[in-house]
């Protein structure tokens, strides 16, 4: 474990799926460093030391609910689901197989839909939970050759509003945080460097996001200085998309 | 801890409410606060509990309305201090009526303090945070920037103004690394959301909020100044010409 700092984080179970990649592992990584208790699901391991990995596709019923019902066995508890684990595969739309559309829906959605369930399932009794939605800037503006992607994240959208209004009572808050391109290896690995620099044009703050901008918000969202804040969308985009 | 250079912020309307507890808040973090209000009680009152935090406190009677006025205390300010780091642009007047009773002094009232009072504010504190390369800047705006209620057109109006208005500067102003973001708080229990009801009319718009709020309360503004305090902070750092609304799930769209 990192240094853990005394604050509200420390000793809390979080739950991040996506955990070993990107946002999601710095997310974790931070966590961690608060002092939680931190389990990564992903289908790569995780590279983090001290972050619990448990190999799961979110978008498997039965693997999901195996591995909320471990994490509650040595856990006895959730309070922080963050949903971090997508799929981007570029395709124009009339070469859109459905397979691809199908993948994309059942790993970006359904795993969402999936997740959260799971952990409502043990955060409703205790009276207490956070949840973080990552969505996407592209859930409102679309874009070229992401129409599964955005449709994807738009769905996430109406899941987190939706279960932001179900949960508020029960004192668990759910939101959203919707990154514009943020320098990990997913859009890394379809846009070459040159394009990567183009995208920093058309930013109004001049940069591609980091996965530390994004973690930012989360944990602002994860916190009790969010606690009048629920159904919300961050969008940590540098000013991209004003809406 | 206090850094050793402290940011400057100026709060405007931080005589009571959201501005207060901002302003607390701020003082706790070590911020040096420079806060302006018509009320010289109420500004009197928030001064002497910043400087209970062993902050700093500048305060001025300003009306934001007034740019001679709003100019004049923007130098002071600059004058003593150098510099201004933050802005929290939120002195508020509320004055309900229906549309076809509404007087232009009612208009004219929400309309001046909100969105020229802002103007006035931004455009003094611009110049310098353009030198510097660096700043930022909150807008209270509100959730009724994205629903219209009744018996409020003027307040509606002028806080979709605010929204507006924040979207063009964050736009503007993002090649100076200065961040302009605005707030929509919902039902906060503040002396604003009294203002023009009786008590009986207050205890049943608090009850009707309560009920119908998903999250079953009234905000308090100690909720809304922690929001302020994250966009103000580098934790923000990446976001900019945004809405944050903590608003108990009232509008979420």
């Known amino acids: 474990m990192g240094a853990a700092q005394a604050n509200e984080h420390g000793g809390r179970v979080a739950v991040i799926t996506g955990g070993s990649g990107g946002i999601g592992a710095t997310m974790a990584e931070r966590l961690r460093d608060c002092g939680a208790v931190v389990h990564g699901l992903d289908v790569q391991p995780s590279k983090s030391p001290g972050v619990y990995f448990h190999r799961v596709d979110v978008g498997d019923e039965a693997n999901v609910d195996a591995a909320f019902d471990a994490i509650d066995k040595s856990a006895g508890r959730i309070d922080y689901l963050v949903c971090c684990a997508a799929i981007y595969r570029p395709a124009s739309f009339l070469k859109l197989s459905p397979e691809d559309w199908d993948e994309t829906l059942r790993i970006n959605l359904t795993g969402y839909f999936l997740c959260c369930r799971a952990a409502l399932r043990l955060m409703r009794p205790q009276k207490f939970g956070r949840i973080v939605l990552f969505s996407s800037m ?3 503006t679309g874009g070229g050759n992401c129409a599964h992607y955005a449709a994807s994240k738009g769905g996430v959208l109406g899941l987190a509003r939706s279960l932001a209004i179900e949960s508020a009572a029960e004192n668990i808050r759910v939101n959203v945080v919707s990154p514009v391109i943020t320098d990990t290896p997913m859009p890394r690995a379809v ?12 930013i109004p703050l001049g940069r591609i996001g980091s996965t530390g901008d994004m973690a930012d918000a989360c944990l602002f969202l994860l916190s009790n200085d969010s606690s009048y804040v ?14 | 801890m206090v850094a050793s250079d402290p940011r400057v912020t100026v709060v405007t309307g931080g005589g009571s409410g959201i501005g207060r507890a901002t ?19 109420g500004l009197k009152e928030t001064a002497a509990l910043v400087e209970s935090e062993r902050g700093r406190v500048l305060t001025g009677i300003v009306d934001v309305r007034n740019q001679g006025q709003v100019r004049a205390w923007i130098a002071e300010i600059l004058e003593r201090f150098d510099k201004i780091d933050c802005l929290f ?27 020229t009072g802002t103007f006035n504010f931004c455009q003094a504190v611009l110049r310098s945070m353009v030198e510097r390369r660096t700043g930022a800047i909150v807008i209270t705006s509100s959730d009724f920037a994205v629903v219209g209620v009744p018996n409020a057109a003027n307040y509606c109006a002028a806080k979709t103004a605010l929204y507006s208005l924040t979207k063009s500067l964050a736009l503007e102003f993002a090649p100076y690394a200065i961040r302009v973001n605005a707030i929509g708080p919902g039902p906060i229990d503040t002396p604003l959301l009294r203002a023009g009801r009786t008590p009986e009319e207050y205890e049943n718009a608090r009850r009707a909020f309560e009920s119908r709020l998903p999250i079953k309360r009234l905000g308090q503004p100690e909720e809304v100044a922690a929001v302020v305090d994250f966009l103000l902070s580098e934790r923000a750092g990446f976001m900019t010409g945004q809405l944050v609304q903590p608003n108990g799930g009232q509008v979420i769209w």
């Open chain 1, 138 to 140: 592209v859930a409102r």
């Open chain 1, 191 to 202: 846009l070459s460097d040159e394009e990567m620099e183009s995208r920093k044009s058309r």
């Open chain 1, 230 to 243: 629920l159904g919300q969308d961050f969008r940590v985009n540098g000013g991209s998309a004003l809406w």
């Open chain 2, 23 to 41: 302003a607390i808040r701020l003082a706790r973090r070590g911020d040096v606060l420079c806060l302006c209000d018509v009320s010289a009680t």
């Open chain 2, 89 to 115: 642009s939120n002195a508020g007047v509320n004055a309900r009526s229906t549309v076809a009773e509404m007087t232009l002094a009612q208009w004219s009232l929400l309309i001046d303090t909100h969105v």
